[in-house]
């Protein structure tokens, strides 16, 4: 339910049991939809500078334009654009729920964006609504095309900050507890029992997560939290990613070869395949390797402490630890 008056918080109300659902995701789409509003406004967006540099000049303008339609300069983001985030959620999953997304929601997200806006943007979207099928149609066209041009070359560096967040944020849980966690997300957040209180500029509310838990997803794109909270949406708490300067976009250096003249061939190329958790089977395979190989080397490592090991179930994960990701240069 919505709140009045001068309070903007948004509360996730959680019960005893949904405290355990508090799960991470990555979001393609919203760091598209934010990526669109930096390219419209870059001078909002500092820590975006570099970044903005090489893409700018490689914006597609049409389809650039039609995002921009759809996404607006600030406040409300239509959901059709952003799909439930995942852990291993990647941008061609993302425009596949797009092309698939309902007809009925996806027009009433554009009903929401005509309401915000006026003149020649308010009758564009209004013709939108009318035929949602064929605005489905030019809005995956359109995200297909702007996220080849700006994102996808940037993605491997904006991929790795995130999933580095998300590393950071579960070892806190880990070492000091989920409150501690949730304390430090962003200044905007804050823990209370039972309950996650985010405040904002332009929106309160009291949400009951009524068993489905919670998502908190980190963004590189986005100055400040936002939230999803209309069913039937997962509950969702976008914050910004830890470690972002305006040099995050610049190419990684080529550590390859360096880890390759430290660790070994092997054992360096089964941590650069640790981007997240694997088994030693997916080890083996990305690496090539026999499995009795990679389970050798995986045991060096986290003798070095350079990787993590932790059962699921009949499986054992394998990730890199802190310092792995340093060696590593994510």
């Known amino acids: 339910m919505p709140r009045t008056g001068g309070d903007r918080t948004v509360e996730f109300r959680l019960a ?19 990526a669109v509003r930096v390219l419209a406004q870059p001078a909002y967006h500092p820590l975006q500078w570099g970044w903005l540099r090489a893409a700018r000049g490689r914006a597609p303008a049409r389809a650039l334009g039609l995002l921009t339609l759809l996404v607006g300069a600030d406040g409300y983001l239509p959901d059709f654009l952003t799909s439930t985030p995942g852990w291993d959620l990647g941008p061609d999953e993302e425009l596949e729920r797009l092309r698939e997304a309902d007809l009925g929601p996806l027009r009433v997200d554009l009903l929401k964006r005509v309401d915000r806006t006026d003149g020649a943007d308010r009758r564009l979207l209004q013709a939108l609504a ?25 993605w491997p560096q904006l991929e790795r900050i995130l999933r580095a967040d998300i590393g950071a944020r579960s070892r806190r849980v ?18 209370a029992p039972d309950a996650v209180h985010v405040r904002l500029r332009l ?14 997803v ?17 509950p969702t708490l976008f914050y910004p990613a830890l470690g972002i300067s305006e040099r995050w976009a610049d190419d990684a250096p080529d ?58 179930g009949p499986r054992v994960l394998h990730e890199r630890t802190p310092l792995g990701e340093a060696l590593v240069g994510g």
């Open 16 to 34: 005893p049991d949904d405290v355990s659902a508090i799960r991470f995701g990555v979001s393609p789409g919203h760091e598209l939809a934010h």
């Open 130 to 154: 009318d035929d949602p099928a064929h605005a489905r149609g030019l809005a995956v066209d359109a995200w297909r095309q702007v996220w080849d041009a700006v994102l996808a070359p940037s």
């Open 174 to 191: 880990t070492t000091h507890g989920l409150g501690t966690m949730v304390d430090t997300l962003h200044e905007a957040v804050t823990w």
């Open 203 to 216: 929106h309160g509310e009291v949400l009951d997560c009524a068993g489905s838990g919670l998502v908190l």
């Open 218 to 234: 980190p963004s590189v794109m986005a100055p400040r939290c936002s939230v999803v909270t209309e069913p039937p949406a997962q």
């Open 255 to 312: 550590t390859s070869g360096a880890l390759a003249d430290l660790l070994g061939a092997g054992r360096a190329g089964v941590l650069l395949a640790l981007r997240g958790p694997l088994s030693t089977s997916e080890v083996a395979a990305a690496g090539g390797l026999a499995v009795s190989t990679a389970s050798h080397h995986l045991a060096l490592l986290r003798a070095a402490r350079l990787v993590d090991s932790s059962r699921d």
